[in-house]
């Protein structure tokens, strides 16, 4: 069965080092999103993608995050400088276009910022 | 703007006992429903979905749910639940749009379940 990939799974760094998470859809997914859960939390988008484009990126904190899908498959989120509340769980997602689609999550990047 | 609410981020149930999630949403437009499993430090798993065809979802792992448009809800049940249903489940909406469109999820809630 086809699953979303996501590295690293756990990452520890210190505050106002930058970090990038890495993200590879299910194959022929056009459609990819980036959740970030605080622990405790639901998950919230930060960024959604249609192939290379970027449709919603409405909470992403763009002073300090961005997002890219060069190539409209697979995807790196990077954070710089990272700060305390950085510290989540982020979250992969992929799906075919239409909204009752459903969106198949990937295993996760525990950030902790200490 | 659509919104959910899972009313009790914890529930404990017996081994064998009726598990009862509840989830109220709030949306403009006719919605899509879905409920998610967490377990931890996994990603999240789809249980089930509701996009508008029967009121009545059945899912994987036992659980079913059912779309009640007059009282805004979509609550999770299943009969009898397992050690292994032990985890973190999330109900969430997304509109009915031509286009992919982001999930809002609830808080959460934790299930415990007894031996």
């Known amino acids: 069965e086809a699953e979303v990939a996501q590295s690293p799974r756990y990452k520890i760094t210190e505050k106002s080092q930058a970090v990038a998470f890495w993200c590879d859809p299910i194959?022929?997914?056009?459609?990819l999103y980036w959740y970030r859960q605080i622990l405790g939390q639901g998950p919230e988008l930060l960024v959604q993608f249609q192939d290379e484009s970027v449709v919603d990126d409405s909470q992403l904190p763009k002073d300090r995050f961005s997002a890219e899908r060069l190539k409209g498959v697979d995807s790196t989120l990077k954070i710089q400088p990272a700060e305390l509340g950085d510290s989540a769980m982020y979250l992969c997602?992929?799906?075919?276009?239409?909204?009752?689609?459903?969106?198949?999550f990937g295993p996760g990047t525990r950030l902790t910022v200490l | 703007a659509q919104s959910v609410t899972q009313l009790g981020s914890h529930v404990s149930v017996s081994e064998g006992a009726l598990v009862l999630l509840r989830c109220n949403y709030s949306?403009?437009?006719?919605?899509?429903l879905f409920w998610y499993v967490q377990y931890p430090n996994q990603g999240l798993q789809l249980l089930l979905k509701?996009?508008?065809?029967?009121?009545l979802v059945k899912g994987i792992n036992g659980f079913e749910a059912e779309f009640k448009k007059s009282e805004t809800s979509f609550h999770l049940t299943k009969p009898s639940a397992h050690m292994s249903d032990a985890a973190e489940y999330f109900c969430a909406v997304t509109l009915i749009k031509a286009a992919g469109n982001k999930l809002t999820f609830g808080g959460g809630t934790r299930v415990l379940v007894k031996p």
């Open positions: 194959s022929g997914h056009a459609t």
């Open positions: 949306s403009s437009v006719p919605p899509y």
């Open positions: 509701y996009t508008s065809a029967a009121t």
């Open positions: 997602a992929s799906s075919y276009p239409l909204a009752q689609d459903t969106q198949y």
